[in-house]
């Protein structure tokens, strides 16, 4: 059987010098794609990067997670357009920001 990642963030690994042995380790265990996710402005571009030289195994949203959300933020979603009409597409729009876990706890 062969397994899609639909949620993992491969940059960290990249930025480490990793990739390739996480890479290797999760087709040996029958993860044959992987769906990168956008949280930031910052790693947009790695995961487009990534899905555009490995378009067999790695897939990329674009999106900004609840805890990146800063000052500059409406900039960044003005940006998310231009990546939907590039020649790799996203798989999807997201992170989107329903993360609850990460609201304020009430009193």
């Known amino acids: 059987m062969e397994w899609i990642d639909s ?5 960290g690994y990249l930025n480490k010098g990793v990739l390739p042995e996480v890479l290797e380790r999760a087709k040996a265990s029958g993860v044959e794609q992987m ?3 956008g949280t930031d402005l910052k790693d947009w571009e790695v995961n487009h990067q990534l899905a555009s030289e490995m378009p067999n195994r790695i897939a990329y949203t674009v999106g900004l997670h609840p805890c990146y959300v800063t000052e500059g933020w ?8 231009a990546y939907f009409s590039r020649p790799t597409l996203p ?6 920001g329903l993360d609850y ?3 304020p706890k009430e009193a």
């Open 101 to 103: 876990f990460h609201l």
């Open 7 to 11: 949620h993992c963030h491969l940059d």
């Open 74 to 81: 409406k900039e960044a979603v003005d940006q998310l357009e």
């Open 91 to 96: 798989a999807a729009l997201g992170e989107i």
């Open 35 to 37: 769906i990168a996710i």
